[in-house]
T-cell receptor, first 113, second 115 residues
């Protein structure tokens, strides 16, 4: 069973700070990595994906991937109270010619005004 | 382009009944995946359909089944409902699902409560 681990939190950060969300995965063959944001009572919405080692930036969000350490993170700069949500890490891996996705259980982020 | 739609949004059933949930993917998307989300277990993969064929299946009992139609719309059915089936059921669509960066987009979900 492919595993994706996230600290459940809550992670509390003050408004304007950088929030750092982490995710580790068990399968070295994992190929792509996705971050979703889920507000309470709502469905997950895609923030960004990354598949190459290094950083990928999109506005206030930066995804960082280190395949050697099997580690992917999401940085949120200038955190806002509206960023308070649960962040899900998803890992895509190949099995029998098909792509499968495993989700972590999510990290709850609280941005304190 | 319209997003993923799911019906109904809320459902209340009693133990032993069965239920059918529906999902319409984004236009042009051919892959539909179903997930069950509960507070304790997070997002659990149920199954994936592509071109009317079940391509992947998670570790759920046979009471959970699904199908996909030629227009890519999908339904999932749960028979003999149990209290533990109370959850948010999410449908996600993607273009083909075989691409490394092919992305899943989620519908609003169906909140099922079993009494």
């Amino acid at each position: 069973q492919k595993e994706v681990e996230q600290n459940s939190g809550p992670l509390s950060v003050p408004e304007g700070a950088i929030a750092s969300l982490n995710c580790t995965y068990s399968d070295r063959g994992s190929q792509s990595f996705f971050w979703y944001r889920q507000y309470s009572g709502k469905s997950p919405e895609l923030i960004m994906f990354i598949y190459s080692n290094g950083d990928k930036e999109d506005g206030r969000f930066t995804a960082q991937l280190n395949k050697a350490s099997q580690y992917v993170s999401l940085l949120i700069r200038d955190s806002q109270p509206s960023d308070s949500a649960t962040y899900l890490c998803a890992v895509k891996w190949n099995s029998g010619g098909y792509q499968k996705v495993t989700f972590g259980t999510g990290t709850k982020l609280q941005v304190i005004p | 382009k319209a997003g993923v739609t799911q019906t109904p949004r809320y459902l209340i059933k009693t133990r032993g009944q069965q239920v059918t949930l529906s999902c319409s993917p984004i236009s042009g998307h051919r892959s539909v995946s179903w997930y069950q989300q509960t507070p304790g277990q997070g997002l659990q993969f149920l199954f994936e359909y592509f071109s009317e064929t079940q391509r992947n299946k998670g570790n759920f009992p046979g009471r959970f089944s699904g199908r996909q139609f030629s227009n890519s719309r999908s339904e999932m059915n749960v028979s003999t409902l149990e209290l533990g089936d109370s959850a948010l059921y999410l449908c996600a669509s993607s273009l083909v699902s075989s691409g490394t960066t092919d992305t899943q987009y989620f519908g609003p979900g169906t909140r099922l409560t079993v009494l």
